[in-house]
């Protein structure tokens, strides 16, 4: 069952299997000092405890590792963020309380059970009880999994109701109308290529030699050469299982927005016509000729939508009006800090003054609007 359990598709699964193997998760042994926990933070009713920040450090210093960053400057970095860390998990249990308090427990038990649910389905279980004795003979606690989807959600779901839905649907239709006229190329359709490559790989070659090969297929291609057969033949680049993709698909990379190509690319195809190919162009991993297949103009909506202009509405104010509705969570609060930690995290959790990013650091965009659907209207 171990190969499915490496597959679970959520973030939480990789936090817990941290959250275990942290110290605090060990028992301590003969000799090992004892450390007692303490209180970093007073939030209303509930408190922030040391063993919790070390958890949570740990973890971050686990993610920094896994995006290649050296431990020991994983640790330096997250000990230089820490105040930022304390004031993330303050804000968090504001929204947590705030959830409770909207009475939004139930509805977010749901989700937390649907979730649970699809990833049994996924990965091939029949019982939620079957997946949960697999997790726990992976050394992966159930229900430290649950509650870290509880939190998440609920604050998810505070955020989207509180200030996602006001400022979808807030707006008058006049006021909806009036941002799209003002704002009309946000909803300009970008134009679009179809394009293919060549692809040669630096890979155990000299780059006066792969340069000097890529060379003189350029110079195939434009005279008279057909792309397809000259990328069957010769495009190195390669799918997960290490085979030549050209050999199966000609070297066809797709139709792509020209706002999702990296500005290199932009560049090298900017005035190449369809049918057309591109200079040689120098990657990090080798050298690329591009040709483009085809090309779709940029082009105005075809009519207004008004829940499209909404989102975008949305979209554009939500990270102030995140920032102001947490300020406004701390400014009706009791925060008490421990004193170490008054001089650090303080500041960052003001409510008198601009509000910092690292305050707003538990303000993730909700699960239900990242992709722009409408938020559930109250």
Do not use: C
């Not at 207004?304 to 701390?330: C, P, W």
């Amino acid at each position: 069952m171990k190969s499915k359990l490496f597959t679970f598709a959520w973030t939480a699964i990789a936090a817990a299997v941290l959250l275990l193997a942290s110290p605090s998760a060990v028992p301590a042994q003969e000799g090992d000092p004892v450390v007692i926990d303490s209180v970093v933070a007073q939030v209303n009713g509930d408190v922030l405890m040391l063993s919790m920040l070390k958890r949570e450090t740990k973890d971050a210093i686990e993610s920094f590792k896994q995006q290649g960053v050296a431990e020991q400057k994983a640790i330096e970095e997250v000990t230089r963020r820490q105040p930022e860390l304390i004031a993330s998990l303050v804000n968090e249990l504001l929204l947590v309380q705030k959830g409770k308090e909207l009475n939004l427990t139930e509805d977010v038990e749901t989700e937390v059970n649907r979730e649970m649910l699809r990833v049994m389905q996924s990965q091939g279980f029949k019982t939620i009880a079957e997946m949960e004795e697999a997790m726990r003979r992976e050394g992966i606690d159930p229900a430290t999994i649950r509650s870290t989807l509880r939190t998440q959600y609920m604050k998810n779901a505070v955020l989207s109701r509180e200030v996602d839905a006001k400022l979808f649907y807030g707006p008058s239709t006049e006021e909806v109308k009036k941002y799209y006229e003002q704002h009309r190329d946000k909803f300009r359709k970008p134009e679009t290529v179809t394009l293919s490559e060549i692809f040669l790989s630096l890979a155990g070659k000299s780059e006066a030699e792969v340069r000097a090969r890529a060379t003189q297929l350029l110079t195939q291609l434009r005279g008279g050469g057909d792309f397809k057969t000259l990328a069957a033949a010769n495009s190195e680049r390669l799918d997960q299982n290490g085979n030549r993709v050209a050999t199966q698909n000609n070297g066809v990379v797709g139709t792509i927005s020209l706002t999702d190509l990296k500005p290199e690319f932009v560049t090298a195809i900017k005035n190449v016509p369809a049918g057309g190919v591109t200079d040689v162009i120098r990657t990090d991993e080798g050298f690329q000729i591009l040709r483009v297949d085809a090309r779709t103009a940029a082009s105005d909506s075809k009519a207004f939508d008004e829940n499209q202009v909404r989102e975008a509405i949305t979209i554009e104010r939500r990270e102030k009006e995140r920032e102001a509705y947490l300020k406004n969570l701390r400014k009706d609060a009791y925060i008490r800090l421990a004193k170490e930690y008054e001089a650090t995290v303080g500041p960052l959790l003001a409510t008198d003054g601009p509000s910092t990013k690292a305050a707003n650091a538990t303000a993730t965009p909700a699960t239900n609007n990242s992709k722009g659907n409408k938020p559930e209207k109250q």
